[in-house]
């Protein structure tokens, strides 16, 4: 493999810091899934603080988390309402049939939103030859749609509605700390509105593993039947936990110089001829290549060569993620080396 010395492919792609592995070697643990564990107690209890919400579970990924939720809110032939841009909708390996037997009804919508007309009609008759809408899933931020962050009053217009109308809703929270950050509220401000949300450590948090799912109790019981059904039950996970709590006390506030990175990052590339840039609104730029003349294949190729990676969404669309491991100094050598790639140089 190349060295990639600038990866703005992903979030994904940090690795944990010295002092995160330090007090991941120190962890006290236990028996995670017989609730022995202390440093997942610990973990749960805040989470808990943090969502707004009565009870919490520790899992492996948030694809997990997303699946058992889907699985305890729906019965099969039910209805999953969601962006079509929406991670669960299309990157969860179609886990939403072949787990829990639902039916995926994808709505549109501009940046990975959708409004309180949409979800209405979106929203089965309730005849016996409709399945029946059971959940709605909003994603916070909404990661191929541009990062975006849904609004704080948009939310909530959608979420009476869904509750008017006896759904179920679940907060995909894969990022929900940087929309916390990037829209200056607490994160439960968002997630408390939720029956279930789910927020991911591996991300921007900058954790090897981990994410949690939180509800009200009745909901986090259920779950424990599918997280024990999926293999998703633990041992001593308190190493794991315990990096996710280095995550929140060191790697919350430092999501605003991600912010300020990829805003850095999209004026820079905006100077570049033929890039044009789709609003930034919290650590991810996209770009579209079509005026440029290469395809997004080719310059992640160019920019490969000379350490610098991107993640190419299709012949015209390139996106690019800051996190930690990409300080201010890289995101400059970046525009650099994606505006040279661009003139073909
Ligand atoms: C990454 C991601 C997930 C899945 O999380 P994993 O921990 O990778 O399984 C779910 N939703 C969104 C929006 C994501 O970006």
């Known amino acids: 493999m190349r060295p990639v010395r600038i990866d703005l492919y992903s979030d994904t792609k940090t690795r944990p810091s010295a002092a995160m592995r330090r007090v991941i070697a120190e962890a006290e643990v236990g028996d995670e899934q017989a609730h022995e564990d202390p440093s997942v107690a610990r973990l749960i209890e805040r989470c808990c603080a943090l969502l707004g919400h009565e009870a919490a579970m520790f899992l492996p990924s948030g694809t997990m988390a997303n699946e058992i939720a889907i699985a305890i809110h729906c019965r099969p032939g039910e209805e999953v309402i969601t962006h079509v841009s929406g991670h669960t909708y299309g990157s969860e390996s179609g886990a939403p049939a072949a787990i829990a037997g639902v039916m995926m009804r994808p709505v549109s919508g501009p940046r990975g939103q959708f409004d309180v007309e949409t979800l209405k009609s979106a929203i089965r008759p309730m005849t016996r030859h409709s399945p029946r809408s059971r959940l709605v899933i909003l994603e916070q931020t909404a990661n191929l749609a541009g990062g975006s962050v849904w609004p704080v009053d948009r939310m909530a217009a959608v979420v009476a509605l869904a509750r008017e109308r006896g759904l179920a809703l679940h907060l995909d929270g894969a990022r929900l700390m940087n929309a916390a950050v990037a829209a200056g509220v607490p994160a439960r401000t968002f997630a408390a509105q939720f029956d279930t949300v789910m927020l991911d450590f591996t991300k921007g948090l900058g954790a090897?593993?981990?994410?949690?799912?939180?509800?009200?109790?009745?909901?986090?019981?259920?779950?424990?039947?599918?997280?024990?059904?999926?293999?998703?039950?633990?041992?001593?996970?308190?190493?794991?936990?315990?990096?996710?709590?280095?995550?929140?006390?060191?790697?919350?506030?430092?999501?605003?110089?991600?912010?300020?990175?990829?805003?850095?990052?999209?004026?820079?590339?905006?100077?570049?001829?033929?890039?044009?840039?789709?609003?930034?609104?919290?650590?991810?730029?996209?770009?579209?290549?079509?005026?440029?003349?290469?395809?997004?294949?080719?310059?992640?190729?160019?920019?490969?060569?000379?350490?610098?990676?991107?993640?190419?969404?299709?012949?015209?669309?390139?996106?690019?993620?800051?996190?930690?491991?990409?300080?201010?100094?890289?995101?400059?050598?970046?525009?650099?080396?994606?505006?040279?790639?661009?003139?073909?140089?």
């Open 208 to 345: 090897p593993l981990g994410a949690v799912l939180a509800g009200r109790k009745a909901a986090i019981d259920d779950a424990w039947v599918w997280k024990q059904r999926l293999g998703g039950s633990m041992r001593q996970a308190g190493m794991m936990a315990a990096g996710c709590l280095y995550a929140l006390d060191h790697n919350v506030e430092r999501l605003a110089e991600d912010h300020d990175n990829a805003r850095r990052l999209a004026a820079g590339l905006a100077q570049v001829r033929g890039i044009v840039v789709e609003p930034v609104e919290s650590n991810m730029v996209f770009i579209d290549l079509s005026a440029t003349g290469v395809t997004a294949g080719q310059l992640n190729e160019r920019m490969m060569a000379k350490g610098c990676r991107g993640s190419v969404m299709d012949d015209k669309r390139m996106r690019l993620v800051t996190h930690l491991d990409v300080p201010r100094a890289l995101i400059d050598e970046a525009i650099q080396i994606i505006g040279a790639a661009v003139r073909g140089a």
